[in-house]
C-alpha cells in the first residue's frame, strides 16, 4: 500500500498536511531525516506511516511517558500492533512485550531513552527485525536544547546493531545550533535530509502586556474573544483558584496539574475537549497531544522559562486556521520571580549528589544494584531522615530523573493490568479445577481483548459492578489467581512512586559534572534571558522575534501581535498629523474645495483626507464657504 491509501485506511484522511509527504517519502527511500513541523504539524504521522509500510518494526524514542501510552492506546484503536516500554513496569510485563516484538506481533515500540541503557533491552533489540527508528522529542539530545537528557545520547549507540536502518528525528522547537547537534549526535549519515516548516501563523496573534491586574484581564479576554481557552500558571494551587475566579464571573472553567489523579485529570480535559466548559487552567502538564483544534485563545498569567516551552504552549491557539489569540500578561514582580525560581530549579551538583545518595540509602540499595526497582517515594520521610530541605529534595530529584537516573511518575499514573500466560486450553482446565474464577475469568475475556498477548489495563470496580461484588472481592480473586500463576496481576498504586531506571552509581563518580551542569545552568540563564527579552520588548515584531529565535531570519512583521498594531498605530498617527499640516498650509494660501485639495496632494489617499478634513472641521480649525470651499 502507499502512503496516501495507508492514511486513508487507518486514520481516515485523505491527504497529508504540508510536508507530511516530502517527510514520509525522505524515510521511505531510506534517508535519515531531521523533520521540524510546528506544533500541531503531526509529527507522529511522518513515522507511523512509514511503518505500516515497511515490513517491520519502528523503534520510537520518546521521552513523554503519559504521551506514549496515548499514542499506543491511539494506534491499537486503529487496530495497529503497538507497544511501550516505560518505567514502573514488571519485568514480566517487559519480557512479554520484548517476546512479541520477536514474534513479529509488533509494528511500533516505544521506549524511554533510559531503556536503551539496559542489558536486557539492547539482548532483544538486537534480534529484533528494525526497519525504522523515531526520535521523538529530538531536541533533547543536545546540551543546546531546553529540555537536555543524556540518555538520548545512547541512540547513536544502538544504531551500530542495525546500521543501514534510517532515523528519522522530530522536533518543533530547535534552533540551527540544536539542528546541527541533532544530526551530529544521531550520528546522519551522508545525504541525509532536513526537511523544515515555517513556524509562522499567519491566523495567530502574539501579545504581550503589561498588567497589574491579570485576572480582571483574563476575563475581558474571555468575554470579549469567546470559543475556547487554555490559561497557563505555575503552580498548581493556583490552577484552582483561577478556575474558580472564572466560573464565579459566569466563565465555565475547570483546572488540571500533575498533582491530581488520573481520572480526576481525564475528566477535566474531557468536559474541555466536549466544550462543556469554555477554559482550561493548567500547568505546563497540560496540552502535550491534546488535539483541539479550535482553541481561539492560550493565556499565559506567569512568564515562561523558555522560548521554546512559550512556542509550544501558544502554537495550541488556532489549529484549525482560524483567528485566534496568544497572550501574555506579567508584572514587575513576575521578572523577580522567573530567576528566583531558575536559581532554586538549579540546586548545586553537591545537593544533588547528597539526595541522590540518600535516597538510595533510604531504599537500602547497593552500588550497582536497583535497576527497574520500584518503591512508595516518601519525600517527607527521606528530608525528615536525611535534614533536606522539600523544594530543594524536589528540584534534585528532577535534575536526577532528567538524567537517567529515577523516574517519577505521574501520581496514581498506573492502571491495573492483567496477562494471561496460559494457553486457552490450559485456562480452561483451570476453570473447571477452579470454578470459584470461572465466573471472573469469563467476564475478563469478555471485556477485554488481547490479554493472551500483552498486559491489558483492567478495571476492578467494573469487574465487580459487573459480578455484584465489591471491588475487593475482585482485587483478591485476581491476586489469588496470580499467585496460582493463572494470571499475571499488576495492582494499581495509590501512592507516589520512585523507579530507579539504571543500577545504583557511587554519587562521588556522578556523571553530573560540575563542568557540564554549568554549562547546562548556563544554557538555561541564557533561556530566561531570552524570553525576558521577548516579553521587554517595545519595538519590533512578536512573530518574527520567535521565528527569528529558530533561525527564520527573514520573517516579515505579522501585523497583527501588539507590536505591529502600536507601529501601525504610531505611523498612522504620524501620517494623519503631516497630512493636516499640509492641508492648513495649503488652505492659509487660499480657499480650496476638496477635489482642489486631492489634486494638490495626488500622493495621499482621497479617504484619508476625507476623515482629516471632517476632523479638522468638527474641531473649527477649518470652516466652509458658500462655495463649498474649506478655508482657514
Excluded at 491527504?15 to 525522505?26: G, H, T, W, Y
Amino acid at each position: 500500500m502507499n502512503p496516501e491509501d495507508i492514511l486513508k485506511k487507518y486514520w481516515g484522511f485523505d491527504a497529508f498536511r504540508p510536508l507530511q509527504k516530502e517527510i514520509i517519502n525522505s524515510v521511505l527511500q531510506g534517508y535519515d531525516t531531521l523533520a521540524l513541523l510546528p506544533t500541531g504539524g503531526g509529527k507522529s504521522i511522518c513515522y507511523q506511516v512509514p511503518a505500516l509500510i515497511m515490513d517491520g518494526i519502528c523503534l520510537v524514542v520518546s521521552p513523554l511517558i503519559s504521551l506514549m501510552k496515548d499514542q499506543v492506546q491511539q494506534l491499537r484503536d486503529r487496530g495497529i500492533k503497538a507497544s511501550c516500554l516505560v518505567s514502573g513496569l514488571t519485568a514480566n510485563e517487559q519480557e512479554v512485550i520484548l517476546n512479541n516484538c520477536l514474534h513479529g506481533k509488533t509494528k511500533l515500540l516505544y521506549v524511554s531513552p533510559e531503556r536503551l541503557m539496559q542489558r536486557v533491552f539492547i539482548g532483544h533489540f538486537r534480534q529484533m527485525k528494525i526497519t525504522l527508528i523515531a526520535v521523538d522529542e529530538a531536541h533533547c539530545i543536545s546540551q543546546w536544547g531546553y529540555d537536555f537528557r543524556p540518555p538520548y545520547l545512547e541512540i547513536a549507540r544502538i544504531r551500530d546493531y542495525h546500521s543501514q536502518v534510517p532515523v528519522i528525528a522530530l522536533t518543533a522547537t530547535a534552533t540551527p545550533v540544536v539542528m546541527d547537534d541533532i544530526r551530529r549526535l544521531l550520528l546522519f549519515r551522508k545525504g541525509h535530509h532536513t526537511l523544515q516548516a515555517s513556524f509562522f501563523r499567519s491566523n495567530l496573534a502574539y501579545m504581550v502586556f503589561h498588567e497589574e491586574d491579570k485576572e480582571g484581564r483574563l476575563l475581558r479576554i474571555a468575554r470579549h474573544t469567546g470559543g475556547s481557552g487554555i490559561v497557563y500558571v505555575r503552580n498548581r494551587r493556583r490552577t484552582r483558584l483561577v478556575a474558580d475566579y472564572l466560573v464565579n464571573n459566569g466563565i465555565p472553567a475547570t483546572y488540571y496539574h500533575a498533582g491530581m489523579t488520573p481520572k480526576e485529570r481525564d475528566t477535566a480535559q474531557l468536559r474541555w475537549m466536549k466544550g462543556d466548559v469554555q477554559i482550561m487552567v493548567a500547568t505546563n502538564a497540560f496540552g502535550m497531544g491534546i488535539d483541539k483544534p479550535d482553541v481561539r485563545f492560550v493565556v499565559h498569567l506567569d512568564i515562561p522559562t523558555s522560548i521554546e516551552a512559550y512556542f509550544q504552549e501558544a502554537g495550541r491557539a488556532g489549529r484549525d486556521g482560524n483567528k485566534a489569540y496568544a497572550v501574555l500578561l506579567y508584572d514587575d514582580i513576575d521578572k523577580t520571580n522567573l530567576h528566583d525560581n531558575f536559581n532554586i530549579n538549579y540546586p548545586t551538583s553537591k545537593q544533588i549528589g547528597n539526595v541522590y545518595k540518600a535516597i538510595c540509602n533510604y531504599y537500602q540499595l547497593p552500588v550497582g544494584a536497583g535497576t527497574d526497582c520500584q518503591f512508595d517515594f516518601d519525600m517527607e520521610a527521606i528530608c525528615s531522615n536525611y535534614h533536606f530541605n522539600v523544594v530543594e529534595m524536589f528540584n534534585a530529584a528532577k535534575v536526577l530523573e532528567r538524567e537517567g537516573l529515577i523516574a517519577i511518575p505521574e501520581r496514581n499514573e498506573t492502571e491495573s493490568r492483567v496477562y494471561i500466560p496460559l494457553s486457552q486450553e490450559e485456562l480452561y482446565r483451570f476453570q473447571v479445577s477452579q470454578a470459584r474464577y470461572s465466573d471472573l475469568l469469563t467476564l475478563l475475556l469478555r471485556m477485554y481483548g488481547g490479554l493472551f498477548t500483552d498486559f491489558v489495563p483492567i478495571s476492578e470496580r467494573a469487574l465487580a459492578r459487573r459480578l455484584n461484588l465489591d471491588e475487593q472481592q475482585i482485587t483478591n480473586m485476581l491476586h489469588h489467581m496470580d499467585a496460582l500463576k493463572a494470571i499475571q496481576y499488576k495492582a494499581k498504586t495509590t501512592k507516589p512512586q520512585i523507579i530507579f531506571t539504571s543500577p545504583r552509581i557511587d554519587s562521588t563518580s556522578m556523571v553530573l559534572s560540575d563542568s557540564q551542569y554549568a554549562i547546562l545552568k548556563q544554557q538555561a540563564l541564557q533561556r530566561v534571558e531570552a524570553i525576558l527579552h521577548y516579553v521587554t520588548a517595545t519595538s519590533g515584531c512578536r512573530s518574527a522575534m520567535l521565528l527569528n529565535y529558530f533561525g527564520e531570519e527573514e520573517s516579515k512583521p505579522c501585523g497583527v501581535c501588539d507590536l505591529c498594531i502600536a507601529a501601525n498605530q504610531k505611523l498612522k498617527k504620524e501620517n494623519h498629523d503631516s497630512l493636516r499640516q499640509q492641508i492648513i498650509a495649503l488652505l492659509k494660501e487660499q480657499p480650496l474645495r476638496a477635489d482642489e485639495l486631492s489634486e494638490r496632494l495626488q500622493h495621499i489617499d482621497e479617504n484619508e483626507m476625507q476623515t482629516v478634513l471632517r476632523t479638522l472641521v468638527d474641531e473649527r480649525t477649518v470652516s466652509i464657504n458658500q462655495s463649498l470651499q474649506f478655508f482657514i
